[in-house]
Each structure stands twice: as C-alpha cells, then as structure tokens.
C-alpha cells in the first residue's frame, strides 16, 4: 500500500535534499550527495530533481524545524564547510541563496505549475508524488470519462508545447472515435541544441507524464503508448523505466487502471541521435526501428502513423500541461497566461547570461522579463545582442523588440518560432553571420537527405554563408531567394524551418551581413579570416604571447613591444589569451 | 542471377517482435561498436536484407562502424556551447593532438568528436570523456585533462 499520508509528513520534515539531475551531477552532485550522507547528521538525506537553477548546482536543500534554506555551488570541496553549519545548527551564509524559492530573484517572475515538484520530491517516490496530489488527476479524469475529458480539455484552450501550438484536444478528437487499434506517443526527442525541459521532466517528475497519458488514453480510448526519447539521456531513461514499473505494482498502468474497465500500458523507445525524429512521421519511422525518414502528409499520423495505425504524438511537455488541467479544472488553468495560449511555458535560457537554467513563465512574459529578471541580464562587460529562440529552426529576438511576448503568434509575426522553448542569449561578442552559418551547418548536417531543396539547399545556403565569413563576395538577394525557397519546398518542419535563422537575422542585421561582405569586417572579431591580432604600446615585453604561439610568427626583444607577423598568423586567438596585461587587441 | 538464400526475405509478421534500433544498440553495447560479422548474423537471423540494417546503422549517428578508442572526447557544440566559443576548445585540442575532428590518435587512445547538445547549456562550454561531462572548459583545464587521459 502506498503511505501518502506519512510521505506527506516527511516532506514537511526536517530533511536535506540533493539535486541529481544530469545538469547536478555535472556540477559534482554525487560526491556531495555522498559526503553529506556520510555525515551522521541525524536528518534524511534524500535525492531529488532538478528545480531549474542550473547556475546555482549543486543544490542542496536543508529544511530544519520548519526552516527551509537553499544553498548553491556546493561543490565537493565546500561541502564540508556546510556540514559543520547543519551540525552546530547555523545557516551557512557564504553558500545561501534564499530560504525559499519565491524569496529568490530568480523564481519572481515565474510560475511553476508543471515543474511544481521538480527538485523538491524524490522522482522515484511515488507516495511523496501523490501527497503532491499526484494521480488526483487521473482519478477526475476517470469520473468525468472519455467525452468530459475531451471537453475539460477543449475548454482549456491547452496548445501542444511542443512548438507549432497545435489545439490538443483537437488532436486527441481525430483519433478519440475511431474503432480499433491506436497508439499515443510522448516525444521527448529533444535534438535541438539549447533545450532541455524534457530532460528535466524526465528525470525530475517521470510520474506527472505516466499521469498524462494515462488521462490521454481515457480521452481517445487508447490502450498503449510510447515514449520516445534521446539514448543521449541516459538518466532520464533510467528513471522513466522504474516510474513505469511502479506505476504498473500499483495500478496506474497496466489492464484495469485503479480497478476501473480502462487499459494502459507505456513502453520506452530510445532514439539514436537524429535531430530530424523531432518530426513526426520521423519519430514513427524511429519507433518502428526503421531510418527515421520523413514522410509527406498527408496521410496525417491520425490517420495512418505507429504501425499504420491512427496515432496521437504530444510532447513531453503537453503530456505534463495535461495532468495540470485536469487538476486544477479549466477555468482556473485559462487564468494563467494569454486568451489564446492559456498556461505556461517552461523554457530554458542559456548563452551570454548570468543565470541560465529552466524557467516556468505564464506564456505572454516579456522577453525582457526572461532575460533581465529571470535570466539576471547580461555578464559584465557585454551588451545584449539578440535572443535566439527556437533552436535551428528559429529566429532572433533584436534589442528594439524586447517588449515582444513570448507567445507562439508574437513570436511568429517576427519571423522566429517559440519552437520547444530553447532561448539562447547573445551579446556583442557573438557575429550574427557566424550564428546563422553555425545553425546553417547544424541542420545540413542533420538533414535526412530525402528531399532536394532541403539536402542541397541547405548545403548551397551554408556555402554562401561561409563565403559571406571570409568577406567574399555573396549577392544578399541571392541569399534570401535561395532561403525563401527551401522554406516554400522541402518536404518535413526541419527544411522549411531551416531557413529561419538566416531570414530572421537577415530582417534584423542585415548591416552586419553587408560590412562583412563590403567592408570586410567582423566587428565582434569572431570570422578569423576577417581578424588581424594585434600588439598595442601596452606591450611589457614579457614574452608570453610569443612563448605560446603554435606557429612562432610573433617575435621581439624582452621588454620592448613585440610584434607579429601577419603572414604566417593562423589567427588562433591564443596570444590574445594569455596577455598579461591585455595589450593584444582584435582589428 | 539472383542469389539464393536459405531463409526468405521477408519481415517477421509481428513487426513488433523486433526493433532493429533497439537490437542494434544491443549489439553496440556489447562491443562498443557494430561489426559487420555481427550485422550479417542479424540479418540472417531475422530475415531482414542487410541493406535495411545498413541503411538503419549509418543514419543514426549513435551507431559506430569502427572500433572506438579508448577515450573519445566529445566537445558540446550545442548553441550555448557554440556562443561560448566552444570552437576555440577544438582547435585547441585539434593542435594538441595532431588530430582532426572524427579522427584517433595513432595509438588509439583518444578520439575527437563533436556532439550537438548534451544538456549542460548551464555550464557551457561543455566538453564530455566517455560518459563524465565536464563545464565551464578553459583551454587550461583541457590541458589538464588531456595530461591526465595520457
């Protein structure tokens, strides 16, 4: 039997808990989950996901007669200083972040309906996740049945978050009434580089999906779906297979859900690193262990998709949206968010930025809100440049319009997507030709090679792209027609989104494009051919810039100026380094 | 002429019986890469044309066809990573190794490769040995590293 009532209890206990999600551990986690357990201290230690603050791991929470204090960066080696603290009872203040989340200006903004218990319960805990109301959801969803469901969801308005917003309910109700064999799919395929919210949900609160599909297979009175993920997320993998198993001990999975007439059953589908199963039909190809090819729809994969039977793909993140509608009914999920995008986002910010991490925010937040407030502005010593939203298949968010909403129609009246969520910050010191021709080679590579405007035209655009970045000639108009016709004709989302990067930048910094091509010039100094090193009057004469440099063209008697010898510079940037006294500079 | 087999070609009628992604990375599991003797095996086993795991093994790119060395060094060229200049890190471990991207050291001790994200956007640039992920990389500290791996 579950004990809910006693996980309750502990949860409100004094406890420590230790964020171990794949982004805790690379900041060291383990050892200091060790340490600490190691310590006698007389309180559990437990593991928990990740609450977002990646910027701040290791975390580790201490919660002590009520009391509830954060503390990040606690690396191995500072852990011993925040043992001595719990002992003797004191709050180590060099390691304090805040005693509560809301307390910390990183969460102000923020609105954590989904990512609730994400690093607060253990993932593995099923009776710590209903004490949460966990699987309250699923039981509303068994009162109201499949056509109250459908509805409960169609009343919330709730657009799949997986980028293209497509009404949910409306995707369940193609396959909701169809007779015989279907299948529903979780994607958690997420190749696009700078996204990670459904690894952290994965990992963090595997039971909150389980719950979605299982009130998605009431809905469209379906009895097996799938997770496809990443094999690149090995730990999310992990802590899906033992959700599963647990959720089937106990009855929310399996034949006869909770004892009523309803049956489920998931499976995981590992992907093998191919940003192109993102894509639907891909993903099903990939399900079926076949080359994760696109193909033309329609047939759409209601109709004819896993196996050829009608099929339902949400991603990671609706299937979490889900358990938050049936929870808290739909006239209290619209109330969050914009009139026609009601709930949340979670979004992931990373790049140039001084707190980067994951982020709950009601969908119509300012950028300005993500990158100042939430995201802590830019480092010190850089400006902000653009945002870039959506991965390869977005676009970039310039300076003048900051005040843009984070919605999926403002974002498209840019020319960007809000894609899966994925917002990378750039400052100054990033060229905006070299960002696109960095997504350019991205999704060429990437590209399935099926169909030719996406397989040679994404290879052409890159070409001119790097020739742009050597300051050789390109015709821009050339540029764009090229874009604008992989995007009118390739064949899946991958090639007529690839061209995105290119056309948004081209809207918003065209400039840049044009010095690189006339005047041959990068001004953030990062298209090597474009660059000359460069030694000032500051020079001290010490001779580190010439004993590092790989091809030895810089020479000089000590203390006096030294210089370099431009023919045979390879423009490694290694002088620039490890200048003392910062006398090198970039032209 | 056509060539004459013991078994017919043809699927398992259950196609769920089998998922070839799912066999293949067993196969990878357990020798680290996939052999082509190992490959003909399957194909023979479960009766699907050789060309069809082929095509399978070579799209995704979590497949290797050639023995791996020791250490393969991933260095993270995801957005964040890439902002952050993760393209000087291999350069610089490019120069240090005598070694292209793709390639082996002579010796097989260590390989160089690219990854598109690992999900360490946080603590880009994020560079990755085998299965440790290692971020916020200096130049310095890939060094070090490359010391200690030798």
């Given at each position: 039997m579950i004990d809910v009532i006693n996980a309750k209890k502990e949860l409100d206990s004094d406890r420590i808990s230790v964020g171990v999600g794949t982004c805790g551990l690379s900041a060291g986690a383990g050892p200091v989950y060790d340490a600490l357990k190691k310590a006698n201290l007389k309180i559990p230690v437990e593991k928990v996901g990740c609450s977002g603050m990646c910027y701040n791991e290791p975390i580790v929470t201490v919660v002590k007669s009520g009391k509830q204090s954060i503390y990040g960066l606690v690396t191995e080696d500072k852990v011993g200083t925040l043992i001595d603290c719990i002992k003797s009872g004191r709050v180590c203040k060099e390691l304090l972040v805040g005693t509560s989340l809301d307390k910390i200006p990183y969460y102000k903004k923020q609105k954590r309906i989904v990512m609730k218990n994400c690093g607060f319960i253990d993932p593995l805990n099923i009776a710590q996740y209903m004490s949460q109301g966990g699987y309250g959801a699923l039981k509303k969803a068994i009162e109201l049945g499949q056509d109250g469901v459908l509805k409960e969801v169609e009343a919330s308005g709730l657009r799949g978050r997986g980028g293209a917003g497509f009404p949910t309910a409306r995707k369940w109700g193609f396959i909701a009434h169809v007779k015989g064999k279907k299948y529903l799919v979780a994607n958690g395929d997420e190749g696009d580089p700078g996204a990670f919210m459904n690894r952290t949900l994965m990992e963090s609160d595997p039971f909150k999906i389980l719950e979605g599909m299982a009130i998605g297979a009431i809905a469209t009175d379906c009895d097996e779906g799938f997770i496809y993920t990443r094999a690149e997320y090995p730990l999310a993998i992990k802590t899906l297979e033992q959700a599963i198993c647990l959720a089937r001990k106990h009855g929310f999975?399996?034949?006869?859900?909770?004892?009523?007439?309803y049956n489920f059953d998931v499976s995981i589908r590992k992907g093998a690193g191919a940003f192109v199963c993102g894509e639907e039909t891909a993903l099903i190809h990939s399900i079926e262990g076949k080359r994760g090819n696109p193909s033309p729809r329609p047939p759409y994969p209601a109709t004819k998709g896993v196996y050829g039977k009608p099929t339902s793909v949400n991603n990671i993140g609706t299937w979490g949206h889900v358990v938050a509608v049936l929870k808290y009914g739909a006239k209290q999920f619209r109330k969050v968010g914009t009139k026609k995008t009601p709930g949340t986002k979670v979004i992931c910010l990373a790049g140039k930025i001084n707190r980067a991490g994951i982020a709950e925010v009601p969908i119509g937040t300012t950028i300005k809100d993500i990158v100042y407030s939430i995201g802590g502005g830019m480092p010190k010593g850089t400006t902000f440049k653009a945002a870039l939203t959506g991965g390869p298949a977005g676009g970039c968010v310039p300076k003048t319009k900051l005040n843009t909403r984070l919605d999926y129609e403002e974002m498209q009246k840019l020319g960007s997507i809000m894609g899966s969520g994925g917002i990378v910050v750039i400052s100054n010191e990033s060229c905006i030709v070299d960002i696109a021709r960095y997504f350019m080679n991205f999704t060429q590579e990437e590209s399935c090679g099926k169909c030719t405007p996406c397989r040679e035209g994404t290879k052409r655009l890159l070409e001119m792209l790097e020739r742009i970045t050597r300051g050789e000639k390109v015709e821009i108009l050339a540029l764009r027609q090229l874009a604008e016709f992989v995007r009118d004709n390739s064949l899946c989302g991958l090639g007529q989104n690839a061209p995105n990067p290119i056309l948004s930048t081209l809207r918003y910094f065209e400039k840049e494009y044009i010095e690189h091509i006339n005047k041959h010039k990068c001004k953030s100094g990062v298209c090597k051919d474009l660059i000359t090193y460069f030694i000032t009057d500051k020079c001290i004469g010490c001779g580190m810039c010439a004993k590092n440099c790989p091809v030895a063209t810089i020479s000089g008697i000590p203390k006096e100026r030294y210089f370099i010898h431009q023919e045979k510079c390879i423009k490694c940037g290694t002088c620039y380094g490890v200048c003392p006294v910062k006398a090198i500079i970039k032209k | 002429m056509v060539e004459k087999r013991d078994k017919p070609i043809c699927y398992l009628k259950d196609p769920k019986l089998h998922n070839l992604i799912a066999a293949l990375q067993k196969l990878q599991e357990k020798h680290g890469y996939l052999r082509v003797s190992d490959l003909k095996k399957l194909s023979h086993e479960k009766g699907i044309p050789g060309t069809d795991i082929y095509g399978v093994a070579t799209f995704y790119s979590q497949f290797q066809m050639k023995k791996p060395a020791k250490y393969t060094i991933y260095v993270c060229t995801g957005t964040a990573c890439h902002v952050n200049r993760s393209a000087d890190i291999i350069q610089f471990i490019e120069e240090s190794l005598q070694i292209k991207t793709g390639e082996t050291t002579k010796n097989r001790l260590i390989k160089l490769d690219t990854v598109n994200c690992i999900g360490a956007c946080a603590k880009a640039p994020a560079i990755m040995v085998n299965d440790h992920v290692y971020g916020q990389m200096t130049k310095a500290k890939v060094k070090e590293l490359i010391l200690k791996l030798r």
């Open positions: 999975l399996g034949n006869n859900i909770l004892g009523t007439k | -």
